[in-house]
């Protein structure tokens, strides 16, 4: 082999290496001129190490020794020496050696940068996306890269070991007809025609499990043609599996395997299994939501009780048409009553009909806009069902009880919820209705509809009350992730689609092949997909998801780097049969002359 | 955990489990009725084992063990017990032991199959497409998406082994102008505009590089838009890698540790290191091709020589007109005139004006067409530079002097190339030229515009023989892959720029951005792309990539599975900004009106 460009990474030599010959590759970081001999911090992927550069010792010319700039490429040769005592640096993992350049070589010049490679210098997001290449270039950007990495390396290791067989299903699928957010893809073979971009392996994998594979996993490119405002991108990655001869306790098992071994290889934490559960029940009733984060208590608690026979009006019209009264203790908040008022409006904001707050003061009495309207019981069995201590400020809704809920679940996160993922709380939500009711009110799916239910009969007699063997993993109130066991019967499968008022025809249509499938001998089997950008995310506690992704989109799905998405030439659509409708055209069009 | 639907796989039992309460479940295949008996041979994913059902053990039924069909998908739980000595089955991992069932449970009904699941089977491909989680049941598929799952998973185990970081670079890119091949995404956010699928991650990598990655591979799926004829599919994979502060030889000893590594894991051969090498222009000279299988010899000679001073116009015209005379040795292939002329008619259709062929007869004489115009020095001449034996038939195209070689080269791969793969034969190609002529004279070049030419000033003055820092991957006569040395100086890359042709501005319109990235201090850096298909199909010895890949696309990019691609709702196109063309529309009128 010829002479390798570099012996070692820069920011693996130790003390131990004094003495040695080394060879370095790698970046320009910081430098300082001491009276003409240059200190340079050389930056590689491993790390950093300060490099001497004595013009006495002629490593290159005077003119490239004073030409070195931010960001140049350069090759060292050199011999690793001890720093005095008095000058190493604790800070730095190398910090108790230097190298003594005996050659320096310029491999390439940088430009002036648009911003420093600091991780303690602030740019605007859309400047680093255009210069990602530079922006990868920051340590904490090189660490959430090796994180990602990491992760998918751990993720694949307990597949591995489990005896998972790792399959590629195709990215180029049929789009379904209620594929709204589907991708789409013309085809130029068949013009006019189109394949859909895969929203997750779903249909194929259960498909490998019907081919007899048992064991399947894999890390997946979806795609999601959805506003992106919600920290999300148009392609995502996912850790999917799935198991025949499997049920929800394998899926489950499997899950929190996976969770110890990339939280440990990223945390260096152990965690507790097993994991907590919660029913999607208990999860509504006590955080309003089904992705709960438990990592702090202001649980609701359900106040009806109380008012059972209350004359406060507004409370005992909702009892009476059915809605209940929920409330949290929001703990010594001390906010003002402007303070207090804002999260009324808040609350109406999220849906709510309002919000009534009541201050336990230290006195024992309570502070309220309502307080004249209740009873000398009520207010103290508030606060003895919240557990309210002197100075805690609580929180009433009463509305229909999913909004309560809902509302209160979400005011306890913006109240409550710690900044930040220090602290780490999995946990699964088991027992998930098969379906929920649509604007429309129809039944959808609140999985999908591969979703097993559990007691068949149940589904078609009490569909709004039927649980399936559907299950989450949540963490620090974000969903990782959701599988379920799938429907292995094609009786049953027929019977899901009718409770959706799917006809037979229109199931053939939109499922015809699937439904075939079916029919041959299908295994019983589950399987679940975990979201590997957010669970980096969370793992590396960066704010979103896009400090994980080594090239990601803009929230309006663009990439300032490339230019993404572009216009294409009329004639490289007309071989794929299609063209963009003219109303975009003349928009374009007005666009240009108007000088945009 | 709940009680596990399965202790055991069925292939996985041997004579040391006689004795053991086992439960299995599986798949039916082959049964046999004994006088009420039932012997199953119960399939799963880790083999076959004999199971025998015993009405009198009432393990199910009566109705049920009489109604086991084909496929049913059945649980099983039993004791292992050793046969009867003569009624072993040798053939069998399991054939010693059969499992006494007490207890059988049909999970899953099959209907009628389409097919046998029965590798002895031939059945239609479309069929098997159609049905491919049925086909997929079969052993030698299992045996191929298990192949496949192995070489991926070694070549991570490589390249983990070796310090590099697996990263994912984005599905959605920008469209090149170029792109002709691209296949195309439509953006809805930005309506009328596209994303493209990747072709490689070629320009995804190189930033890599530039943010200081140092070392990348990603297992990725890629995606041409080109007809299907040549065995290929719209979307492939390929195991991508490049690394900083690297070389050529650097490249090519990390491809022979993958190459070793999964050849050791699929094959359990070790292979010769370091592997063959040739330049491009020797490839070309021996082999008539840059792809050469060296299983056998049968060698292009160059005969020109012989011919120096020849009387044969037709020779003599073609040495004058500047091409040359080339032949090879075809052995004993004992063939007919009408066989000969067959040759004859196979070189002029590969673009040859002619072949001419010589036996050379047990007598020491020569039988020819041309053997007339050849004088006492040329007969003998040309047999000692093709080193021929009595009974060998020699081949010589007089052409331009890359079409006799190509010519040639085919025509040795159709007489000589070995059925299959048993033997294995990988080299690489190295010293490529930097460009090509295309079609229309210019340059163009041969792997790509950012492949680092060998001496940039030669480049400049004669860019016709200027040589590339580029090799390929070759096995079997088949290209696994290609890789370069990338230019990581901007002003080579302009001069590459300048002499394809490219001005400035074009240049900075359709790279722009990746050449303000090389500005930035861009490390020297190298990679190879290696395609898994290609590899795992002939390590497998199957026919065609589509044997090891799970859900392929027919060679029109259908999948007749899925009913892809298909046509979508217009509602769907409008959203995005697009429509299909008025005459693909009235095309499909046209065809519906025809009853089609």
Redo the contacts between chains.
């Keep these: ?2 002479e ?3 012996t070692h990474g820069a920011g693996t030599l130790r003390a131990a290496d004094a003495g040695s010959e080394v060879r370095l ?4 970081g910081r430098r300082r001129d001491h009276g003409g001999v240059v200190f340079v911090d050389l ?3 491993s790390g950093v190490v300060q490099v001497v550069l004595n013009p006495e010792d002629a490593p290159a010319s005077e003119a490239d020794l004073r030409g070195l700039r931010n ?3 350069i ?1 060292v040769t050199g011999t690793v020496r001890l720093r005095p005592g008095d000058m190493a640096n604790p800070d730095l993992p190398t910090g108790e050696v230097e190298v003594v350049g005996t050659s320096m070589t310029t ?5 002036p ?1 648009p911003f420093q490679i600091d991780d303690r210098v602030e740019v605007d997001e859309a400047k680093r996306l255009q ?7 920051r340590p904490a950007m ?1 660490d959430n ?2 994180a ?2 990491q992760t ?2 751990a993720m ?1 290791t307990v597949m ?1 070991d489990l005896g998972f ?11 379904t ?1 209620e ?2 957010r ?16 895969p929203q997750s392996p779903q ?2 994998k259960q ?2 499990m ?6 399947y996993y894999q890390v997946a ?1 979806c ?1 999601r ?1 959805e ?2 405002r919600a920290d999300r991108q ?2 995502f ?1 996912q850790l999917d599996f799935e198991g ?7 899926v489950l ?1 499997t899950l929190e395997e996976i969770a110890t071994r990339v939280t440990r290889d990223l945390r260096g934490v152990d965690l507790d299994r097993p994991f907590p559960r919660l029913t999607w029940h208990e999860a509504m009733e006590r955080y309003g939501t089904d992705k709960p984060d438990i990592r702090f208590g202001m649980e609701i608690a359900d106040l009806s009780p109380v008012f059972a026979e209350t004359g406060f009006n507004a409370f005992a019209g909702v009892l009476a048409s059915g809605g209940s009264i929920r409330g949290i203790n929001a703990g010594g908040l001390g906010l003002s009553r402007s303070g207090l008022d804002g999260l009324s409006a808040r609350a109406q904001e999220l849906g709510a009909k309002g919000l009534v707050w009541i201050i336990a003061e230290e006195d024992g009495t309570f502070r309220s806009p309502v307080a004249k309207f209740l009873n000398d019981a009520e207010l103290p069995g508030i606060a003895s069902t919240l557990k309210a201590a002197p100075g805690d400020t609580l929180l009433i809704v009463a509305d229909e009880t999913r909004t309560a809920l809902e509302v209160l679940g979400q005011i306890r996160l913006e109240i409550g919820q710690p900044d930040g993922h220090d602290e780490l709380a999995y946990l699964f939500v088991v027992d998930f209705p098969v379906f929920e009711r649509n604007e429309d009110g129809d039944f959808a799916p609140l999985h999908h509809p591969f979703t097993a239910p559990v007691d068949v009969r149940q589904m078609r007699e009490d569909p709004g009350h039927a649980i399936s063997k559907a299950y989450d993993l949540v963490l620090n109130g974000s969903e990782l992730g959701s599988g379920s066991v799938r429907i ?2 094609p009786i049953v499968q027929a019977q899901v689609f009718e409770t959706l008022g799917i006809s037979d025809e229109e199931a053939e249509r939109r499922f015809g ?1 699937f439904l075939d ?1 079916l ?6 089997h589950a399987g679940f997909a975990i979201g590997v950008d957010r669970l980096v995310s969370i793992l590396q506690n960066v704010p979103n998801i896009r400090e994980v ?3 990601p ?1 803009t929230q ?4 300032p ?9 009329s004639k ?3 071989e ?6 003219a109303e ?2 003349a928009e ?1 069009a007005a666009d240009e002359a108007a000088g945009d």
Aim: hydrophobic content about 40%; aromatic content about 10%; glycine content about 8%.
């Design positions: 082999m010829a390798t460009m570099k590759a790698g970046w320009v930056r590689d992927a960001e140049y490429c090759s491999l390439s010049a940088a430009e940068l210069y990602r290449y530079l922006d990868l270039r090189q890269v090796r990602r990495s998918i390396r694949r591995d067989m790792e399959i590629e299903t195709p990215t180029l699928i049929a789009s007809p594929g709204a589907d991708m789409l893809v013309p085809s130029r073979l068949r013009k006019g025609t189109f394949y859909a971009l249909l194929f498909m490998l019907i081919a007899g594979v048992e064991r490119r795609y043609d506003d992106m148009l392609e990655t025949s001869f499997w049920g929800q306790e394998d098992a292995h019967d092949w499938a029919r041959f001998g299908t295994p019983p992704i080594p090239f989109k309006s799905g663009g990439d780097l490339t230019g993404s998405p572009s216009r294409v030439e490289q659509l007309e794929l049969g299609i063209e963009v409708r975009v055209r374009w």
